[in-house]
C-alpha cells in the first residue's frame, strides 16, 4: 500500500500516519518526493484495510500495490534512480554504460591487457571475474583472491571503476576492497541470504536475471538489496532458458522496455552470455541500445581462442573497438531522432 500525503501535510502528520500503520503491525517508510511525501506501507501478505488511515489529516490518497516488489516499484518511487560506480554515472538521462573485459581472470598479464584494450576503446567499467560459477566441477573455477587482487591493479593502471561476481557472504569484505561494485550472477539471484547482506553494504551492485526467472522473480529479487536499505542496484538481462539451444540462451529485449515501465532501477544487457556466440554480440548489443538499455556488459578477452572459459563468445579488443565505434554512431542516430520527434522548442 502507498500513502500519498498532501504536498502541505506537515512532519507532525507524517509522523501520525506512520503511527497508525504501526499500530496495524506494519512498516512505514517515509519516500520524500519533489512535490509531495508518500509513505509505502511494507510487511502486508495481502489487503490492508485503510479505514483508520484514510481521514487522517494530510492524506491525500491510498494506493493499493499487489506488487511483490515495493520499493523497486515506480509506484513507490516514480523519478528514476542513478547508480555511481567510481565516477561513472548509470540511469536514465546518462549516456549507456558499457562495461567490458575478460568473464575471468587468467593473469595479470591477461587483465592488463585487457584493460588497455577497453579502455582505448572507451569502455567505462571493466569487468573480470575472480570467483567463476561453473556447470561442471571440473572447469576453470577462477583464481579468487589472487584474481581480485589482479583485476584490482589492471583497474588502477588504467584509471577505469570495476567489476566482478561474488558467490558467498564471506567474499564480500575482500571483493570490497578491491572493486567498485559487485555483480550478482544469474545463479544466485534467489541466493536471499546474500541479497540481503549486500543489501547492508550500501555498495553498488549488479544484479543478473536468473536462467529462468519471470520479471516478478527478478524485481523481487532486487527487492531484497533495496529492502536492506541499498537503492544501488543495476538490473542486468542475460538471457533465459528456453527450448531454443542455437543460442547459449534467449535474450529477452522485451523486458528493457517493460521493466523500466515497472521498476525505478537502471537495467543493462550482457549479449555475450545471452547468445553465446561472438558475431552475433555486437548485433544484439546495438539491439539492446535502440530498445532503451543503460548500459551493456561485453566480454572481451586479448586472445579468445586461448580463454580458459567462454572464448567463443569474447570479443577481441579490435572487435571491441569497432563495436564501439558503432555504438557511438549509433548513439548519434537515436539522439538525432528523439530531437526530431519532440519538435523545435516552444
Same mark, same amino acid.
Not at 560506480?85 to 562495461?99: H, K, T
Not at 576492497?177 to 547482506?197: C, P, S, T, Y
Not at 540462451?249 to 515497472?262: E, F, K
Given at each position: 500500500? +502507498?500513502?500519498?500525503?498532501?504536498?502541505?501535510?506537515?512532519?507532525?502528520?507524517?509522523?501520525?500516519?506512520?503511527?497508525?500503520?504501526?499500530?496495524?503491525?506494519?512498516?512505514?517508510?517515509?519516500?520524500?518526493?519533489?512535490?509531495?511525501? &508518500?509513505?509505502g506501507v =511494507?510487511? %502486508?501478505?495481502?489487503?490492508?484495510?485503510?479505514a483508520?488511515?484514510?481521514?487522517?489529516?494530510?492524506?491525500?490518497?491510498?494506493?493499493?500495490?499487489?506488487?511483490?516488489?515495493?520499493?523497486?516499484?515506480?509506484?513507490?518511487?516514480?523519478?528514476?534512480?542513478?547508480?555511481?560506480?567510481?565516477?561513472? %554515472?548509470?540511469?536514465?538521462?546518462?549516456?549507456?554504460?558499457?562495461?567490458?573485459g575478460?568473464?575471468?581472470?587468467?593473469?595479470?598479464?591477461?587483465?592488463?591487457?585487457?584493460? !588497455?584494450?577497453?579502455?582505448?576503446?572507451?569502455?567505462?567499467? +571493466?569487468?573480470?571475474g &575472480?570467483?567463476?560459477?561453473?556447470?561442471?566441477p571440473h572447469?576453470?573455477?577462477?583464481?579468487?583472491?589472487?584474481?581480485l587482487?589482479? +583485476?584490482?591493479?589492471?583497474?588502477?593502471?588504467?584509471?577505469?571503476p570495476?567489476?566482478?561476481?561474488?558467490?558467498?557472504?564471506?567474499?564480500?569484505?575482500?571483493?570490497?576492497?578491491?572493486?567498485?561494485?559487485?555483480?550478482?550472477?544469474?545463479? %544466485?539471484?534467489?541466493?536471499?541470504?546474500?541479497?540481503?547482506?549486500?543489501?547492508?553494504?550500501?555498495?553498488?551492485v549488479?544484479?543478473?536475471?536468473?536462467?529462468?526467472?519471470?520479471?516478478?522473480?527478478?524485481?523481487?529479487?532486487?527487492e531484497?538489496i533495496?529492502?536492506?536499505?541499498?537503492?544501488?542496484?543495476? =538490473?542486468?538481462?542475460?538471457g533465459?532458458?528456453?527450448?531454443?539451444?542455437?543460442?547459449? %540462451?534467449?535474450?529477452?529485449? $522485451?523486458?528493457?522496455?517493460?521493466?523500466q515501465?515497472?521498476?525505478?532501477?537502471?537495467?543493462?544487457?550482457?549479449? $555475450?552470455?545471452?547468445?553465446g556466440? !561472438?558475431?552475433l554480440?555486437p548485433?544484439?548489443? !546495438?539491439?539492446?541500445?535502440?530498445?532503451?538499455?543503460?548500459?551493456?556488459?561485453?566480454?572481451?578477452?586479448?586472445?579468445?581462442?586461448?580463454?580458459?572459459?567462454?572464448? &567463443?563468445?569474447?570479443?577481441?579488443?579490435?572487435?571491441?573497438?569497432?563495436?564501439?565505434?558503432? =555504438?557511438?554512431?549509433?548513439?548519434?542516430?537515436l539522439?538525432?531522432?528523439?530531437?526530431?520527434?519532440?519538435?523545435?522548442?516552444?
Amino acid at each position: 500500500m +502507498l500513502i500519498v500525503m498532501h504536498h502541505s501535510a506537515t512532519e507532525e502528520q507524517v509522523r501520525c500516519v506512520a503511527q497508525a500503520v504501526a499500530a496495524l503491525g506494519l512498516t512505514a517508510q517515509p519516500i520524500p518526493g519533489g512535490q509531495r511525501i &508518500a509513505i509505502g506501507v =511494507l510487511g %502486508n501478505r495481502g489487503y490492508v484495510d485503510d479505514a483508520t488511515i484514510r481521514d487522517l489529516p494530510g492524506v491525500m490518497e491510498i494506493i493499493h500495490v499487489s506488487k511483490p516488489y515495493k520499493l523497486v516499484s515506480r509506484d513507490f518511487h516514480p523519478a528514476p534512480t542513478v547508480v555511481r560506480v567510481g565516477s561513472v %554515472n548509470l540511469g536514465d538521462g546518462f549516456p549507456p554504460v558499457v562495461m567490458a573485459g575478460p568473464c575471468s581472470i587468467e593473469s595479470q598479464e591477461q587483465i592488463l591487457e585487457a584493460a !588497455r584494450q577497453v579502455k582505448e576503446a572507451g569502455a567505462h567499467i +571493466l569487468r573480470g571475474g &575472480a570467483f567463476k560459477p561453473r556447470t561442471g566441477p571440473h572447469t576453470f573455477q577462477g583464481l579468487g583472491a589472487q584474481g581480485l587482487e589482479f +583485476l584490482h591493479v589492471a583497474a588502477r593502471e588504467v584509471g577505469l571503476p570495476a567489476v566482478t561476481e561474488v558467490m558467498r557472504i564471506e567474499q564480500l569484505e575482500m571483493a570490497c576492497r578491491h572493486v567498485d561494485m559487485l555483480q550478482i550472477g544469474a545463479r %544466485n539471484m534467489q541466493n536471499f541470504d546474500l541479497l540481503k547482506e549486500i543489501g547492508r553494504l550500501r555498495f553498488p551492485v549488479l544484479l543478473k536475471r536468473g536462467l529462468s526467472a519471470t520479471v516478478e522473480e527478478f524485481l523481487s529479487a532486487a527487492e531484497y538489496i533495496v529492502a536492506e536499505g541499498n537503492d544501488q542496484v543495476v =538490473l542486468c538481462e542475460r538471457g533465459i532458458r528456453t527450448f531454443e539451444t542455437a543460442t547459449r %540462451n534467449t535474450l529477452d529485449l $522485451s523486458v528493457i522496455p517493460l521493466v523500466q515501465s515497472l521498476s525505478h532501477l537502471p537495467i543493462i544487457v550482457d549479449p $555475450s552470455h545471452a547468445t553465446g556466440r !561472438r558475431f552475433l554480440v555486437p548485433v544484439m548489443a !546495438r539491439a539492446a541500445l535502440v530498445a532503451g538499455a543503460n548500459g551493456l556488459m561485453v566480454e572481451v578477452h586479448p586472445a579468445p581462442e586461448k580463454a580458459l572459459c567462454d572464448g &567463443a563468445q569474447s570479443l577481441t579488443g579490435e572487435g571491441f573497438c569497432r563495436l564501439m565505434h558503432e =555504438l557511438r554512431f549509433l548513439q548519434e542516430c537515436l539522439a538525432g531522432m528523439a530531437s526530431s520527434v519532440a519538435g523545435p522548442s516552444a
